[in-house]
Structures are given as structure tokens and as C-alpha cells.
């Protein structure tokens, strides 16, 4: 197949344009490198080093003989999209190309504009390119389990059937986000549950979990080919951050009870789940929705496996939470769409863990310990404004 994969320079779209092109599909990856700019408006970086997009791709050619195309642009810029859609015309296009950081979202005024505006007209963008385009082309687009929130019954796979006051429907399942980066996902889903009902065109929303790890088999084939490796409290998730956190001495940062549960997933078995959605396409006109994570924790379990695993002493700091979410609620969660295609998943293994210690280790000099502390609380909007606003 021809797949091209938007915001292939970031954390999970690079590792997925390995894999897929490893897998023997024609790959094109896009980017703007928006999400390096972030790196240099926070003072952060990744805490691997991760190398140019054009020597990665160079890389890849040498490793594999496997060539990668690129396309350098914006989403949101209407002319750009339409043209890399119609040079390339892929059978599918995985879209990972948005701002996906919460608490960079909740900045202030300008960074929630900027995140919604961003992702939701980029999508909307990449709709009427298909649309007008190649209506055939299969949209595998990454949502987010936090669509959802945390509702008093069980989640399903995007939709809901309900019966009131004596009839039955099949309705969009309720959402209840918690930042506006999630609410961002929101829009998007309804723009493209639009776009099948009206169009007729076929898209996949992957409402995913939070991702951990940083290496796959194509990205440890060469240190040039690693992905990035997020532990500032803007843009590392969770489990990541913690074992980072760990190696450095420092106490794992558990926001509130961390009673609070979520779904979770493996990097391994996320560039699987996009191979999988890419070559058992949704049908013509269908909406098709899967919940991409492979088990439920709660942040105080995630830390207490990461201190279990690390040879080492480590200390668990419960901070006032700094988001507005539930701490004591419902989880349970309905993921069997992926699994009946073929995922086999890795459950968070102390191998894993291990192997993580070990990644962060070798870089533990390039952490600058001040970003490890949260300084975006949900509760005050325009705290943290910048100058420029
Ligand atoms: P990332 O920020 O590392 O990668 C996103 C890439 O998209 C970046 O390289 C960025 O430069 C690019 N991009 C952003 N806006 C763009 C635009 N307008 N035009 C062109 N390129 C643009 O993020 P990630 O962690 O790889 O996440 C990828 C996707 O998966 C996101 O949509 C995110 O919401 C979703 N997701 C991530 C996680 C996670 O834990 N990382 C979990 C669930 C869902
Ligand atoms: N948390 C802590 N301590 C920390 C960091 C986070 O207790 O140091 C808690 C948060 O309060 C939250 C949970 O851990 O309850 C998850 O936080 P996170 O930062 O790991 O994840 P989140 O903000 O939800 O966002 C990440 C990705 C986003 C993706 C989402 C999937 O950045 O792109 O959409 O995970 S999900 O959570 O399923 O919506």
C-alpha cells in the first residue's frame, strides 16, 4: 500500500514510517517540525537525541535500502495539503500531525487557541483534500482515550447504543474531555463522523492511550534512527516520565491520590495498531472507531511498578494536582476491535521497564531538572501568559 503519515518527525509517527515501510508499504512522511519549535519555546529537548528528518530518512536508505519520501509543510495551509495528497495519492494517510499536550494546551489563551485552531484545521483540511481528492483513501486518524473522560459507565468503541423512552438509536458515545487539547480530538471526531455520513468517506479514529517506551526494532537498528524521549511535565506522559524521574533520584511525581486511571499502551504496540487499521480498511461511509490502549492503571500503580522495577531506592511525592480531573471514578473500557484484527499486546513487563532505566540512564546529563516540576495549573487561566500574547 501507499501510506503517508502526517507528523512522521514526531515520537510515534516516526517510529510507525519505519515500521510500516519495514512492512513493505510505499511511505511518505509530512511534517512542519512545529513540534521541535515547542523544544526551543519551553528551553527542553527530548532526552534522546534525535537527528534531522532529512538524516533520518538517509539513514533508513542505508540501513534497509528502503527509501522514504518527505513532504515539509502545514496541515493548516490548504494549497500545501491538497498537493502532497495529489503528488503521492496514498491508499491510506495516518494523521499523528497535531499539537497532543494537555497541559500546553491549558498554557493560556494563545495556546488554546493555538492547539484547537492547529489540529482542528488541519483535519477539516485533510478532509476536503480527500474528499475532493480521492474519496477511496482511508483516513487512520489518532484520538485520544481522554475523549471520553472518566463517565460512571462502561466506555465503547466510539459509539453508544441507547434506548429512551421506548426507542433505540446508535449515537456518537458522550464525550467529557479534560483539557482543551482533548477537546481538540473531540471536534476532530465529529468533523470526520461528518465527513463519512455526508461524503461517504472511510475514516478510522484511533482513540489511543498514553504511550510508553521509546525503541521498536526499526528504531534500534541505528542510533540515527531513535525517536524522541519527552520527561518535561509539558510533554512527557506519564510512565515515562517517571522512570526518568527514577534514574535521576528524583521523587515520582504522583499528581493528587493518583487513584486517577487510564489506558495505556506500548510504542511497540502502537506502530502495530496503525498497521493493522492501515490494511483492514474501514468501509466506504463508515465511521469506524477503536480504543488503542492494552490495560488500565492508575497513576499511583504506574508509579509503584516503576519503583518495584528500578534497582534503586525511589521516592513517591504525592503534589497538589495541578489538573482538574476525577481522582476516585468508574474505568472500564471495551478495546477488542484491534485485538480481533490481529494485536497480540505487550503488557507493561518489568522487561520494558528495564530496558527503559537503561535508555534514560545514558542520557541523564541532558535533563534539565527545573522542567520536571509542573507549572501549568488548569485552574488559572493565563498564569503562565508569555509576553508576545
Ligand atoms: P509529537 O508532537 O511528537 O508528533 C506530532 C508531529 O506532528 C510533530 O512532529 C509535529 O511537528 C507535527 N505537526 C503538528 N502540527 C502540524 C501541522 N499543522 N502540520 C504538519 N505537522 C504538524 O506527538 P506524538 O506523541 O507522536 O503523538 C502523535 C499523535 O498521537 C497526536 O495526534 C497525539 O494526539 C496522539 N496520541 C499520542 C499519545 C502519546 O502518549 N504520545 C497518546 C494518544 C494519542
Ligand atoms: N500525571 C501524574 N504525574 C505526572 C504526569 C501525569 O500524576 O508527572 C497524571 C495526570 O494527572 C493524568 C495522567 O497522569 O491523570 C496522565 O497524564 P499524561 O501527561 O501522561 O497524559 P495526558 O495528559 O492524558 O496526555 C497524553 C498525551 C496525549 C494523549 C493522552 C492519551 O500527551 O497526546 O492524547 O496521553 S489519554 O490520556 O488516554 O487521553
Known sequence: MRILVLGGDGYLGWPTALHLSQCGHEVAVADNFVRRQYDLELGVDSLVPIESLHTRVTAWQERTGKTIEMFIGDLTDADFTYEMIREFRPDAVVHFAEQR??????????????????????????????????????????????????????????????????RKDRVLYPKRPGSFYHLSKVHDSHNMEFACRIWGLRATDLNQGVVYGQETPETTLDDRLATRFDYDAVFGTVLNRFVIQAVLGHPLTVYGSGTQTRGIIDIRDTVRCIQLACENPAERGEFRVFNQMTESMSVRDIAATVSESFPGEVTIDNLDNPRVEKEEHYYKVTHTGLVELGLVPHMLSDTLITSLFDVAKRHVDRVREAALMPGVNWRSPGAERTSER
Do not use: C
Request: zero cysteines.
Open 101 to 166: 499536550a494537555a497541559p500546553y494546551s491549558m498554557i493560556d489563551r494563545k495556546h488554546a487557541v493555538y492547539t484547537q485552531t492547529n489540529n482542528v484545521v488541519g483535519t477539516l483540511n485533510l478532509l476536503y483534500a480527500i474528499a475532493e481528492i480521492d474519496p477511496e483513501i482511508h483516513l487512520v486518524k489518532l484520538g485520544t482515550m481522554g475523549e471520553y473522560g472518566t463517565p460512571n459507565i462502561d466506555i465503547e468503541e466510539g459509539w453508544l447504543e441507547l434506548e429512551h423512552k421506548g
